[in-house]
């Protein structure tokens, strides 16, 4: 999709201040993979997209340039990942430095995208949970911090997990859970979302509210 034809959602301002001490959230984080059909409210995902892989804060360089930190560290300051979002409004893509989300395609790719996973329980929660946020790499920019691909692949995936805890955290506070899913057919996530070739998928990241017990 050509940039000028995107539709732009741009997202609340995040808070830097929250309700709950870093300790209660470690304490409270859970593995969930069963979720109702209560939808997610926007200002909350704005929070969580910030806490994956939003500006943290700006640094001015002596020669007038800008540092876009994010809020996980990144090797060498190149910040290759990628964020895309799926839910019931579409497939997006999170641009950080505007803190926006483009809309990729109106479809809702859950469905499609659950047969990627390889377990039945992966399946039902990327299925069913109101957002999977898709974490990849772009190994070209991956590559800047290290000529050596083995290098560039390990930087990269420990990045990820930097990034996803911070996510991980995050929705505790808001009642949410979410589960890691890292066992899961590439081709089919690349049929399926369409990504470009160079960005290549890590984690699949079902989130949602949990599913109501019943006697």
């Known amino acids: 999709m050509k940039e000028a034809h995107k539709k732009i ?30 939808k997610v409210d926007l200002s909350v995902v704005s929070q ?5 892989q939003g500006i943290a ?8 340039k800008n540092v876009f930190h994010r809020a996980a560290p990144s090797a060498g300051k190149t910040y290759p990942l990628e964020v895309y979002m799926a839910s019931s409004r ?26 990627s996973a390889i377990t039945p329980f992966n399946k039902e929660a990327i299925k069913t ?23 560039a692949l ?19 506070p ?3 859970g979410m589960c890691t899913i890292t066992s899961y057919s590439v081709a089919k996530v690349y049929e399926v979302l369409k990504l470009p070739l160079n960005h290549r998928p890590i984690y699949l990241l079902p989130i949602g509210f949990p599913k109501e017990q019943t006697a």
């Open 9 to 38: 959602l741009k997202l609340a301002k995040p808070r830097f201040k929250g309700k709950m001490t870093i300790e209660e959230a470690l304490t409270l984080r859970r593995t969930m993979r069963s979720f109702s059909n209560k």
């Open 48 to 52: 969580l997209l910030w806490a994956l």
């Open 57 to 64: 804060y700006v640094e001015k360089l002596p020669d007038g």
């Open 90 to 115: 579409g497939f997006y893509h999170y641009e950080p430095r505007s803190h926006a989300l483009s809309l990729l395609s109106k479809n809702d790719v859950r469905e499609s995208l659950s047969e």
């Open 129 to 151: 949970a109101p957002l999977t946020i898709i974490l990849a790499s772009d190994n070209e920019k991956a590559l800047k911090a290290t000529p050596l691909l083995e290098n």
């Open 154 to 172: 390990r930087f990269t995936h420990l990045e990820a997990g930097h990034a996803t805890q911070n996510l991980l955290l995050q929705a505790v």
């Open 174 to 176: 808001f009642d949410l």
